[in-house]
């Protein structure tokens, strides 16, 4: 039971292009949505957050959108970079009936083009 | 600090045989967490330590028992290795489970079960 869906599953962008990763929830009990950042052979690193009670969080190039209503964020990666080329999982974090578990989206694998 | 570790890296195995994959953190932690990777599925937790001498079952577990040795060191075994436990294993860890707590994972392990 997938309560997270994410996409696309994979993504060519251009170097200093934008890169958008979707993902959409069911359960509005989450409260707490990060991105995980994954480099071939190693494990993923938690790369940014929301909490809902915000619509929109930036850090450096990469900033995530929140719609608290349809269910949905978003991680854009302004001027993508080679070295972005990554995998990135959006997650999410149950609330109390699911206290601090992650459930993660299925990855989207990016490929940024010199 | 060496983070979180796993051992062993890569591990081939026959159906049928068992082993156990091994998890240690050096960040004073008390959750630690155990995930599969695969393809197109993005990270399922297996099972779970909230803090030393508990442990849960998460989104996969059947096929699998964990330990918790100690709050340092949890352990994933496989009692009799399927072909559909061949996957990529990341072992995580995080201050605790209440809270917005970052997971900070290992460098995985990969198992083939032939």
């Known amino acids: 039971q997938q309560q997270v869906k994410q996409s696309p599953q994979s993504l060519i962008v251009q170097k200093g292009g934008i890169s958008i990763i979707n993902c959409a929830y069911e359960?509005?009990?989450?409260?707490?949505f990060p991105w995980y950042q994954q480099f071939p052979g190693k494990g993923p690193a938690l790369l940014i957050a929301i909490r809902p009670d915000v619509s929109e969080k930036k850090e450096g190039r990469f900033t995530i959108s929140f719609n608290k209503s349809a269910k949905q964020f978003s991680l854009h990666i302004m001027d993508s970079q080679p070295g972005d080329s990554a995998t990135y999982f959006c997650a999410a974090r149950g609330g109390s009936s699911n206290t601090g578990k992650l459930i993660f989206g299925q990855g989207t694998t990016l490929q940024v083009k010199p | 600090n060496a983070g979180v570790t796993q051992t062993p890296k890569f591990q081939v195995l026959k159906t049928g045989q068992s082993m156990t994959l091994q998890c240690a953190q050096d960040?004073?932690?008390?959750?630690m967490y155990w995930y599969r990777q695969d393809p197109g599925m993005g990270l399922r937790l297996i099972y779970y330590?909230?803090?030393?001498?508990?442990?849960d079952k998460g989104e996969v577990p059947n096929g699998y028992n964990v330990s918790r040795l100690n709050k340092r060191e949890f352990s994933l075994r496989l009692e009799s290795a399927a072909p559909s436990q061949t996957s990529v294993y990341f072992c995580?860890?995080?201050?605790?489970?209440?809270?917005?707590?970052?997971?900070?994972f290992g460098p995985g392990t990969r198992l083939t079960v032939l």
């Open positions: 995580a860890s995080s201050t605790g489970l209440a809270g917005f707590n970052e997971q900070f």
């Open positions: 359960n509005t009990a989450f409260d707490y």
């Open positions: 330590s909230a803090s030393e001498g508990t442990t």
């Open positions: 960040m004073n932690h008390n959750s």
